[in-house]
């Protein structure tokens, strides 16, 4: 006997011999929040369609169709009982948490294996969102590694890495507390950025620091949109080029705003002094110190255990074959894409042998291949009407770009075929629903 019971939104479940059907317009609501949080943490777009369609096959959906961008997400599924639903959820932006991304990736394989119930997959995505938050002395360490680790990286020497220190705990502290007032990306990085500015001139102008563009190149490490750069040139080649330019925009807009900070602070202050940089004269101390600077920057994305360790371990090496590749080939776009490639393979082995999303293990990792230095120096030549370094600077910035570009499609493709030949899953999409499934895997 089946007995049709009416939930009072249009929505109905079944009853039969004692089992009740899902309440689909819930499991939507349900699947949307774990895609929201999943954004909202770090997930590349694709990773995040991926995982929709595969929750949506798990649910036995006749059709379902998924629109991501990284500001809204879209989702209409066909019941079993052929019932249309359509859920619209506008995402606001939010620091990354890479923990909370593994945790809710995990919530993904689960829902995909056991296809909980509403009530059930509201209670398992609570426990993951009510997660005990990062310890505040942990933000300052993350800090205080990145944005001193990378000056040192830069060729500041003892004084200069003094003056590094004081500026990553202000952008600690001081970011912190904008970030609760201020949004918008270009007016975030224009504070601080001008903030950071006048602390280096002034140390300038007390004789305390000597390289006060190395000391600010460390420094933009910590503004600089890595995330925003690494998700918007992955969703690229995986065709989602809107995705893609909105996630490069927003890497151009926090750009944007560095470049205002700096260019205000010099003209304020008549200082425009600068001797480029030059990485640490020692290989051993280059890589310790971009090593101590990436683990700054794992914390920085909230990563927690072994898994900080993995990007230190990514990041040692990665520099390392870019070291190795220039000292045989003194070419900055070879070395770059070699470490690149190196880099993306290394995070998709770690992915498989963690069964955590890539771009955990990838975006700490390859910190010390991001053109923050060429970066400074285009907005420094912006600042500095009379400079001539602005136009060979934004070449390199792009050339740069590019070999990483070029690392990861060769990555993409490598890895793709690997999964084929196993013949597993990769990424899958609107055919997954017409394709059984394979273990409920990721």
Request: charged share 15%.
């Given at each position: ?23 689909y317009?819930?499991?939507?609501q349900?699947?949307?929040?774990i895609?929201?949080a ?19 096959r ?39 948490n ?15 294996q ?6 059930e ?8 969102i ?74 300038l ?7 006060p ?25 995986q065709r ?22 700096i ?8 200082e425009g ?64 894409m ?31 291949l991001?053109?923050?230095?060429n ?16 136009f060979?600077e ?22 793709r ?26």
């Open positions: 006997m089946i007995q049709m019971l009416d939930l009072g939104n249009g929505n109905f479940m079944k009853e039969k011999q004692g089992v009740k059907k899902m309440n317009n819930k499991i939507v349900g699947i949307l929040d895609g929201e999943m954004l909202q943490s770090g997930a590349e777009n694709f990773r995040l369609e991926d995982s929709f369609y595969r929750m949506c798990s649910y036995g959906f006749k059709r379902s169709d998924v629109f991501v961008i990284p500001s809204n997400i879209q989702v209409t599924v066909e019941t079993p009982e052929g019932e249309i639903i359509t859920q619209i959820r506008h995402i606001e932006s939010s620091e990354p890479f923990d909370q991304l593994d945790y809710l990736n995990n919530l993904c394989r689960y829902v995909c056991h296809t909980p119930d509403e009530n997959m509201r209670e398992k995505y609570l426990e993951v009510n997660r005990e938050p990062q310890k505040r002395i942990t933000r300052y360490a993350a800090g205080i590694m990145g944005g001193t680790g990378f000056a040192v990286f830069f060729g500041c020497n003892l004084r200069d890495a003094v003056i590094a220190f004081i500026v990553s705990v202000m952008i600690v502290a001081v970011g912190d507390w904008l970030a609760k007032r201020e949004s918008n990306l270009l007016v975030y990085n224009g504070i601080l950025a001008f903030i950071s500015e006048v602390i280096i001139i002034g140390a102008k007390m004789g305390i620091a000597e390289h563009d190395r000391i600010m190149i460390g420094i933009v490490m910590l503004l600089i949109s890595g995330l925003s750069t690494t998700n918007g040139i992955r969703d690229l080649l989602d080029f809107i995705s893609g330019f909105i996630n490069i925009m927003n890497s151009f807009l926090g750009a944007a705003g560095i470049a205002f900070g260019g205000l602070a010099i003209i304020l202050f008549h002094y600068s001797d480029h940089f030059i990485l640490n004269h020692s290989v051993p101390i280059q890589l310790l110190s971009c090593t101590v600077a990436c683990t700054g920057f794992a914390l920085w994305f909230k990563i927690r255990g072994k898994q900080v360790w993995y990007n230190s371990i990514g990041a040692f090496f990665t520099w390392a074959i870019y070291v190795a590749v220039y000292a045989v080939k003194p070419s900055n776009f070879m070395a770059t070699i470490a690149a490639g190196f880099v993306g393979f290394y995070a998709f082995i770690m992915s498989r042998v963690n069964k955590a999303p890539s771009t955990i293990f990838l975006t700490a990792s390859v910190f010390p991001i053109p923050g230095p970066l400074y120096y285009v907005m420094y030549g912006c600042g500095q009407p009379g400079s001539a370094d602005g060979d934004t070449i390199i910035l792009l050339a740069t770009c590019l070999a990483i570009a070029f690392g990861f499609i060769i990555v993409d493709v490598a890895s075929s690997i999964m084929h030949a196993m013949k597993r899953e990769y990424h899958i999409g609107k055919s997954a629903l017409n394709l059984p499934l394979i273990g409920g895997k990721k």
